[in-house]
């Protein structure tokens, strides 16, 4: 089976950051492929991993990469399809992400990337699934869902916490 996403990171030490992409993938059953290839140490393998992936079907890359950060741009030089980039931070890098991000957000006009947050792989997820679902009402109707599910979420918290300020308020006393 083709994988409609695809994760691309700079290098294996980003796959801890990029497992909350594929809880998500799982939950809303995506299907997604994970590879590492790098826009500096690897040019043409990327180039290749790109085309592979598109002929196998990809709609949506994702790209993972940290300090320079060029590898969604060098991805969106290579696809007309969706590419959504997710700074990291590196241990390598002084900047905590700001770097990263600074690199994936300024693309020059007509090579778009849309960034997330600073290590927001969960984010990627989520815009990735939105893009598949403008074309699948069955997806488009589990992200409905998984909103509503957040937002009872919400409503049993506030509860709870109502809940426990009662307990803890004197009585007749006011909770500010």
């Not at 905590?96 to 792989?121: E, F, H, K």
Request: hydrophobic content about 45%; glycine content about 6%; charged content about 25%.
């Amino acid at each position: 089976m083709a994988a409609s996403v695809v994760i691309i990171m700079g290098s294996n030490s980003d796959s801890e950051k990029m497992l909350p992409a594929i809880e998500v993938f799982r939950k809303l059953s995506i299907d997604y492929a994970i590879r590492i290839a790098s826009a500096h140490r690897t040019p043409e393998y990327l180039d290749e991993v790109v085309r592979e992936m598109e002929k196998a079907g990809c709609k949506v890359f994702i790209c993972a990469a940290g300090m320079a950060a060029h590898l969604a741009g060098a991805v969106a030089a290579k696809t007309i399809k969706p590419v959504i980039g997710v700074p990291l931070t590196s241990k390598a890098s002084p900047l905590s992400g700001m770097d990263a991000l600074l690199s994936t957000v300024q693309m020059p006009s007509g090579m778009p990337v849309a960034t997330v947050a600073i290590d927001g792989a969960k984010n990627a997820a989520w815009l990735a699934a939105q893009i598949l679902a403008i074309k699948d009402r069955d997806l488009a109707d589990n992200i409905l869902l998984e909103r509503k599910y957040s937002e009872i979420k919400v409503w049993d918290e506030d509860k709870e916490l109502q809940k426990k300020l009662a307990e803890i308020r004197p009585k007749g006393g006011k909770h500010e």
